[in-house]
């Protein structure tokens, strides 16, 4: 019954910006993240970003830090990733998760149980 639902991603040039959002619906357990990984073909799924229930702190890779932000509006039930100066190499299926406990490596996409369908992102002039 857990549903996340990704929207935004197109087609940019790079240097340009996005912002996905991710809809949770169905969670009838208390979730302690949400996160926003993305997968390239021929690439493991990896993690950009993450954001902790508890305090609203957030973590970012090391290849993604200062521009992108993840933000969350719990009455919308939404998780946002602002993506800014983007570039070829942020283009993949982006994908929000959660996971069914504290994750101890929250960018370990094993540790992420429920997932959305994903959204293309492609970076390319």
């Known amino acids: 019954q857990v549903q996340l639902v990704e929207s935004g991603g197109d087609l940019v040039q790079p240097g340009g910006s996005l912002r996905l959002s991710c809809v949770v619906s169905?969670?009838?357990?208390?979730?302690?993240?949400i996160a926003w990984f993305r997968q390239a073909p021929g690439k493991e799924r990896e993690g950009v970003s993450s954001?902790?229930?508890?305090?609203?702190?957030?973590r970012y890779a090391d290849s993604v830090q200062a521009r992108f932000t993840i933000s969350r509006d719990i009455a919308k039930n939404t998780v946002y990733l602002q993506m800014n100066d983007l570039k070829p190499e942020d283009t993949g299926v982006y994908y929000c998760g959660i996971p069914s406990r504290l994750a101890s490596d929250w960018e370990d996409a094993a540790e992420y149980d429920h997932w959305g369908q994903g959204t293309q992102v492609s970076v390319s002039s």
């Open positions: 954001i902790f229930t508890s305090d609203g702190s957030k």
């Open positions: 169905g969670v009838t357990f208390d979730y302690y993240s």
